[in-house]
Nanobody, 128 residues
Framework: QVQLVESGGGSVQAGGSLRLSCAAS????????MGWFRQVAGKEPEFVAA????????PYADSVKGRFTISRDNAKSTVYLQMNNLKPEDTAVYYC?????????????????????WGQGTQVTVSS
């Protein structure tokens, strides 16, 4: 059974930092794009960041550019999201995703529907 397991969420004051981790089990995604989406109640998932297999292509949502950094360790089948200078509007459930269809590609998709593997989510709460 393929699983993406997120960790590192929590509560922090505005201006603080958190580092999310996502470990894959059941298969390796070392050759596939991975990324992060976030969702608040009643809204559609919002793209945050993604990374291709070689970590060369790393698109970010405009709202997090300069504050968030995505990285990956293919040997550990893990992807990370370093979040700095957090703002109250960053409060959401953060989901790790993997695109099992594209392998060894520079292309990274930012549409939620293109990702076929999702983690269970981890809550991030930023207070003002």
């Amino acid at each position: 059974q393929v699983q993406l397991v997120e960790s590192g969420g929590g509560s922090v004051q505005a201006g603080g930092s958190l580092r999310l981790s996502c470990a894959a089990s059941g298969r390796t995604f070392s050759s596939n794009p991975m990324g992060w989406f976030r969702q608040v109640a009643g809204k559609e998932p919002e793209f945050v960041a993604a990374i291709n297999w070689s970590a060369v292509n790393k698109p970010y949502a405009d709202s997090v550019k300069g504050r968030f950094t995505i990285s990956r360790d293919n040997a550990k089948s893990t992807v990370y999201l370093q979040m700095n200078n957090l703002k109250p509007e960053d409060t959401a459930v953060y989901y790790c995703v993997a695109d099992g269809k594209r392998a060894y590609s520079w292309t990274v998709i930012t549409a939620a529907g293109e990702y076929d593997y999702w983690g269970q989510g981890t809550q991030v709460t930023v207070s003002s």
